[in-house]
């Protein structure tokens, strides 16, 4: 009985020895239909590892990007420089405020090595929190917030200077 020379895939060991013989047999000079059969097998076996143990398939985008980030060593800093944003727009997308542009899609995309459907995929965008002062939050809370701005009544009638230079009275 012949013994086979593929067999279904059990380990991490064992696929990346299958995906460097796959990348051997695609890019070696020599395609008789033996090496295509070959080919054509190892593809079957590895995608269906793949869609057994796809581990980004489940999360969003952000998350797909957060793990990358952290198998890479990347902080947010090396990921602005990467996709060329400024650090809070970096830690927007990174706190799902903002979201990913196509551009950025596709710089990720080519520097993981992954399609850019990992990153293209819908997701929840939370509002942007917005720091309101307190006497504005009181405001609507029906609470007199005049005591909270400070000296409200105590600046009635100290002179302020106004934008141009000139001496106002505060009303």
């Known amino acids: 009985m012949q013994t086979l020379k593929y067999k279904v895939i059990n380990s991490r060991k064992q696929y990346n020895e299958y995906c460097r013989k796959l990348e051997e047999l695609v890019f070696g000079s020599h395609k008789n239909k033996e090496i295509q059969e070959e080919i054509r097998l190892l593809t079957v076996l590895i995608e269906k590892w793949d869609a057994e143990h796809d581990k980004f398939s489940k999360l969003n985008p952000i998350e797909i990007l957060k793990?990358?980030?952290?198998?890479h060593e990347m902080k947010a800093v090396d990921l602005a420089r990467?996709?060329?944003l400024s650090e809070g727009q970096v830690s927007e997308i990174l706190h799902l405020t903002k979201g990913l542009s196509k551009k950025t899609i596709r710089i990720l995309a080519e520097h993981f090595k992954l399609s850019q459907e990992a990153f293209n995929k819908d997701y929840p965008l939370k509002e942007k929190q917005v720091a309101v002062p307190e006497y504005k939050r009181?405001?609507?809370s029906g609470k007199d917030w005049r005591h909270?701005?400070?000296?409200?009544?105590?600046?009635r009638n100290q002179v302020h200077?106004?934008?141009?230079?000139?001496k106002t009275a505060h009303a």
């Open 148 to 155: 909270i701005e400070g000296r409200h009544s105590s600046m």
């Open 67 to 71: 793990s990358l980030m952290k198998e």
């Open 161 to 166: 200077r106004s934008p141009s230079g000139k």
């Open 138 to 140: 009181n405001l609507h």
């Open 82 to 84: 990467l996709i060329d």
